[in-house]
């Protein structure tokens, strides 16, 4: 059975880090480029960042370049994401996901909200 599972999220102030982690199962995780993207109210769901299966190459939105940082460790099967200097306009569900060339995988989600 194929699971993503997300954790980490919850409320932080501005200017506050959060770590998220996305846990992979039932697929061989190496073959996968995984990527986080969140989606607030009203708004349409959008790429936060991406890496290749072998970590070697990751990409970022522009509006979280130099603040988030995406990794992934292989041998555990998961995927994180590192959000450091948090703005109220990062409150999001974030979901992670996984790609193949044939096949596209979701998690569940986990929220993030940033405020004071």
């Known amino acids: 059975q194929v699971q993503l599972v997300e954790s980490g999220g919850g409320l932080v102030q501005p200017g506050g880090s959060l770590r998220l982690s996305c846990a992979a199962s039932?697929?061989?995780?190496?073959?996968?480029?995984m990527s986080w993207y969140r989606q607030a109210p009203g708004k349409e769901r959008e790429l936060v960042a991406a890496?290749?299966?072998?970590?070697?190459?990751?990409n970022y939105a522009y509006s979280v370049k130099g603040r988030f940082t995406i990794s992934r460790d292989n041998a555990k099967k998961t995927v994180y994401l590192q959000m450091n200097s948090l703005k109220p306009e990062d409150t999001a569900m974030y979901y992670c996901?996984?790609?193949?060339?044939?096949?596209?995988?979701w998690g569940q989600g986990t929220q993030v909200t940033v405020s004071s």
């Open positions: 039932g697929f061989i995780f190496s073959s996968y480029a």
């Open positions: 890496i290749t299966g072998d970590g070697g190459s990751t």
């Open positions: 996901k996984a790609r193949s060339v044939a096949y596209v995988y």
